[in-house]
């Protein structure tokens, strides 16, 4: 069963940056799609990127679209999230989630396995 564990989250200044990680372990990503979905306080958990897992396609939800970019090296079953012109609605919990089915990137639903979260804080 794969463990996903996310780490670089903390607080940011709004325009600044920060770049996510996502270690795995107990098997490898290789053969998974992985996301990236965050949760604001009062809100319900939401897409934010996704990489097939040959790493050839990327998706993004609106806001994040050319600030934000996914990347993955399956040789150190790491997943990254490049974070750039952060805003203050960026804040949020940051889950790091694999999936099989790549039709199902979109959907918090659809993912199979989760990491704990990293919070990010932009704030002046």
């Known amino acids: 069963q794969v463990q996903l564990a996310e780490s670089g989250g903390g607080p940011v200044q709004p325009g600044g940056s920060l770049r996510l990680s996502c270690a795995a372990s107990g098997g490898g990503i290789s053969s998974y799609n992985m996301g990236w979905l965050r949760q604001a306080p009062g809100k319900e958990r939401e897409f934010v990127a996704a990489?097939?897992?040959?790493?050839?396609?990327?998706y993004y939800t609106d806001s994040v679209k050319g600030r934000f970019a996914i990347s993955r090296d399956n040789a150190k079953n790491t997943v990254y999230l490049q974070m750039s012109s952060l805003k203050p609605e960026d804040t949020a919990v940051y889950y790091c989630a694999a999936v099989v089915y790549s039709g199902g990137v979109y959907s918090p639903r659809s993912y199979d396995y989760w990491g704990q979260g990293t919070q990010v804080t932009v704030s002046s």
């Open positions: 990489i097939t897992w040959k790493g050839d396609r990327t």
